[in-house]
């Protein structure tokens, strides 16, 4: 049955991740940007503070670099953790599809904030981000072992967050800042997204190698 | 080398200094008093909170001793009850004149017999009692026995950008070296230490939280607007405050909800008022300037860490467009800039590491430093001044007479934050409520950095200006609080007063809003009769004290009037206060010596309204449901994606089974 299982993902092997016509930017490339975004949220949240979050007010370049800004070190932490697995991950998987969920997500989780949560005045964090790429790769991987698991995990997070308005393990953010799940699922959305289109337009790209 | 040996003196010595805990004169042959339990039971219900202490005293001596518990006065507390079980014994307390009540508790205990005695240093100083703290004697403990206390006290809470805060306050500020000469404190509880919280919200609470004690309390949701909340541990240490934050719904309205107590329709009544504003205060675009006025004095040893933080988190927050300047102050004050500074990366780093870097040393001499601020204002630009301490002004001018005259020359706010218990409030609060700013009292174990970014969203905020609330329709008296001056962000407005008859009432806020005139208006009925919340009556008279006080501060009531006025409201509500204590005896006692028993007819009233709310949901006590108040939201919310542990491993974990697949 395994065997079988294995032998139909490899059918859907995408050769063109050996080099033949990609449609997908380098790995490298993608690592130096899962990099770059670290760096920067780390450096502008211990020296930027307020200069760069989303504010209903703000310049509209604060729509991205709202991400790459923190409420705390700990909420920086767990984000930007969280933000090189899965931007490493999904950047060897398939670097385009990466990059336009970092650019989609980026400019929609905001805006998404902005219509959905009105009570929400002033937001930062890259976990939005995190959302939308965790999404991208479990629909892109989602026939690999325990996919399924991850998926009802992360869709019963994002389920519960909506129903109950906040964090499943509440953070601490600082006084008056809540957990936005509007920014999850808009992130979420985003990430499942842009791997449909991807497999739509160019099939399913499951990685070659130990199923090919 | 001298400072180097003192500032580890310090250290050492704080964490059995620094608490409250029983009290041992310095010098005393015999063992401490130990603390054998310490439980307290909270019910925050609706706006104020009934705070119950339970403690159990053992004396290990062979002799038969004195207790003496020192313990900080938690904010706008009305200490109301003690009751000592000595043995077969229960003794209750009534509230007398301060000098009446210590001669009567001195001759029954020189008699050797059972007798206890509450008292405040609330305002002022007192000979003997720590600077802001109660003192309870207890006598006799008699040798290898236990004796029990219970005290009670309400306090009214306010809501802050939909957060409630509650501070049960142990940790001693350290602030008063002459009540440390005096005594020696026993701070560790030795069989069982324990909190219960019980939350009583009219409106859903979306969160609760102990900071510092996550892992431990056990938190029991059993309504969207209940919840219970326990820590119990089998041993304890009296030198940490204990710290409840509950955050409302996000999505509230702005309100206005009415507390009564109107035993008789033909009496006047008492009432709670408490406005929660629901307007957009949008933040203020324009470049300004912040001096910071920062207390270095030697009792900040161990907070310099926490304000250098804060200091740094604040100018974070600023814009490219603001400035800033640093003042430091201990026996004197200088300035640690050179003038203004302009808000940029490079300077926030530089000035936030300046700061990290100062030493605790001397006094506390804030008037020359807020006057160095203030002569540091340029007047064309928008200044707020943020002064941080912990102390009680004992060098240079210390008269508030003198900081009112001095803060009423200039056009500056002034916002302070008040570190530990024994910080100078009524100075304090003089010096926000003159120059149109506010003040914050922070508990060490608070969440220090949100306390002071909350403040931050306010400064940088618009602000309601001249505010007026007035009240029409039913004729109201002996109201504190109807001049507002500034509404800031998030801000609740609690008002109490006094009332005639029941009827409908026009209530309106009027204030200014960005130079425009605004009203907000709304009305609701005044019930004829009301017996549900009793303690209003003394939340009330404590308020009456307060402005007293700060009358008298500033000049506008001689002293003897306000001692006068002070001791006469703390018997007819039985409140300890600075002039007022509580002595407490055995029934016959005060039968003897005709002490009257209106503490007793006080709280078998008080008690009887508890048990029938004790079993009820919690009620929403908003009056301006038909007619409200304000059309819009009562507080805005800073928001962020909480990418929590569990779900960082699970990422990670599936990242890394996709690498591994990919390989």
């Not at chain 1, 957990?179 to 739509?200: T, W």
Request: proline share 4%; net charge neutral; charged share 20%.
């Amino acid at each position: 049955m395994k065997k079988e299982r294995r032998l139909a993902a490899g059918r859907q092997c995408d050769l063109r991740s050996q080099g033949g016509g990609t449609p997908r930017s380098r790995p490298a490339d993608s690592r130096r940007s899962v990099v770059i975004i670290t760096a920067l949220a780390i450096a502008i949240t211990l020296f930027g503070g307020s200069h760069f979050e989303w504010t209903r007010d703000a310049a509209p370049w604060r729509i991205v670099t709202s991400h790459f800004t923190h409420w705390t070190y700990e909420q920086l932490a767990w984000d930007a953790l969280a933000f090189v697995g899965l931007g490493l991950a999904c950047a060897r998987r398939d670097g385009r599809a990466f990059h336009a969920t970092l650019l989609a997500s980026a400019i929609a989780i905001p805006l998404a904030v902005a219509v959905f949560a009105p009570h929400v005045i002033a937001y930062r964090g890259l976990s939005g981000i995190d959302s939308a790429l965790f999404a991208l790769l479990l629909v892109q991987n989602r026939r690999m072992p325990l996919a399924w698991l991850f998926a009802i995990a992360f869709v019963g997070k994002l389920c519960f967050e909506a129903a109950t308005g906040g964090a499943v393990f509440a953070s601490n953010m600082g006084v008056n800042v809540v957990a936005v799940p509007v920014a999850h699922l808009a992130g979420a959305v985003i990430g499942a997204l842009i791997a449909f289109i991807r497999e739509l337009r160019f099939g399913n790209l499951v990685p070659c190698g130990r199923f090919s | 080398m001298k400072r180097v040996i003192l500032s580890i003196l310090l250290c050492v010595v704080t964490p059995t200094l620094f608490a409250a805990g029983t009290l041992t004169p310095v010098g005393a042959a015999h063992s401490p008093i130990q603390i054998r339990e310490h439980t307290v039971d909270v019910t925050i219900d609706n706006g104020f909170a009934r705070t119950e202490v339970n403690q159990v005293f053992f004396n290990p001596n062979d002799s038969d001793l004195e207790a003496v518990y020192g313990f900080p006065v938690p904010s706008s507390a009305s200490l109301s009850e003690i009751t000592i079980m000595n043995g077969e014994r229960v003794l209750n307390g009534e509230v007398i004149e301060a000098k009446e009540a210590k001669r009567v508790y001195q001759e029954e205990r020189d008699s050797g017999n059972d007798a206890g005695l509450g008292e405040c240093s609330c305002t002022k100083p007192k000979d003997e009692v720590e600077y802001m703290s109660y003192k309870f004697s207890v006598s006799p403990v008699r040798k290898q026995s236990e004796v029990k206390i219970r005290f009670v006290y309400y306090q009214p809470l306010k809501i802050d950008t939909g957060v409630g805060r509650y501070i049960y306050p142990l940790a001693d500020g350290g602030t008063d070296e002459i009540a440390k000469s005096f005594w020696t404190r026993n701070p560790k509880v030795e069989q069982r230490f324990a909190v219960n919280v019980e939350l009583k919200s009219g409106w859903p609470v979306d969160e609760v939280r102990v900071p510092g004690a996550e892992a431990e309390a056990k938190v029991t949701k059993l309504a969207d607007g209940h919840y219970k909340v326990a820590l119990d541990r089998s041993t304890g240490d009296l030198s940490k405050d204990f710290v409840f934050y509950y955050r409302l719904a996000d999505d509230l309205p702005g309100r206005v909800e009415l507390l009564t107590y109107k035993p008789k329709a033909n009496e006047p009544g008492t009432f709670m008022l408490t406005v929660t504003p629901g307007i957009d205060l949008a933040p203020i675009t324009s470049g300004a300037d912040y001096i910071f006025v920062l207390d270095v004095s030697g009792s900040m040893a161990g907070k310099l860490a926490t304000l250098a933080r804060g200091v740094e988190q604040t100018l974070q927050q600023f814009k490219p467009a603001d400035r800033f300047r640093i003042f430091v102050f201990s026996n004197s004050a200088r300035e640690l800039t050179s003038g203004f500074v302009a808000v940029s990366p490079q300077s926030v780093q530089e000035w936030s590491q300046k700061v990290q870097q100062l030493q605790p040393e001397g006094g506390t001499n804030v008037y020359d430093a807020l006057k160095d601020g203030l002569d540091g204002v340029e007047a064309d630009r928008a200044t707020s001044i943020l002064l941080i301490t912990d102390g009680v002004t004992n060098e240079g001018i210390v008269d508030p007479k003198e900081f009112h005259a001095l803060l009423k020359k200039y056009d500056v706010r002034v916002f302070g934050f008040l570190m530990g218990n024994n910080a100078n409030w009524p100075l304090m609060r003089l010096i926000a409520d003159t120059s149109g700013g506010f003040y914050s009292a922070v508990s060490n174990d608070d969440d220090i950095i949100g306390q002071i970014l909350l403040a931050k969203s306010k400064i940088t905020s618009e602000a309601l200006h001249d505010a007026k609330l007035s009240i029409s329709g039913v004729k109201t008296f002996d109201t504190t609080g109807e001049v507002i001056g500034k509404i800031y962000r998030g801000q609740q407005l609690v008002l109490f007063g006094r009332y005639d008859k029941g009827g409908e009432a026009n209530v309106a806020l009027q204030a200014k809003l960005t130079g425009q005139d605004q009203t907000y208006k709304t009305t609701f009925d005044f019930p004829e009769t009301s017996t549900e919340h009793p303690e209003l009556e003394r939340m009330f008279g404590l308020a009456q004290i307060e402005e007293i006080a700060l009358k008298e501060q500033v000049g506008l009531l001689p002293p003897n009037e306000s001692e006068q006025a002070i001791r006469d409201l703390g018997v007819k509500y039985q409140l300890v206060t600075d002039y007022t204590s509580m002595v407490v005896l055995a029934d016959d006692v005060f039968e003897k010596r005709g002490i009257a028993r209106n503490n007793k007819q006080r709280i078998e009233v008080e008690h009887a309204a508890q048990s029938a709310r004790a079993g009820a949901s919690p009620i929403n006590t908003r009056v301006d449901n038909n007619r409200p108040m304000f059309g819009g939201r009562s507080h805005g919310l800073k928001g962020g994606g909480a990418f929590d542990p569990w779900m960082v491993v699970l990422a990670l974990f599936a990242a890394a089974m996709v690498v591994r697949i990919k390989q």
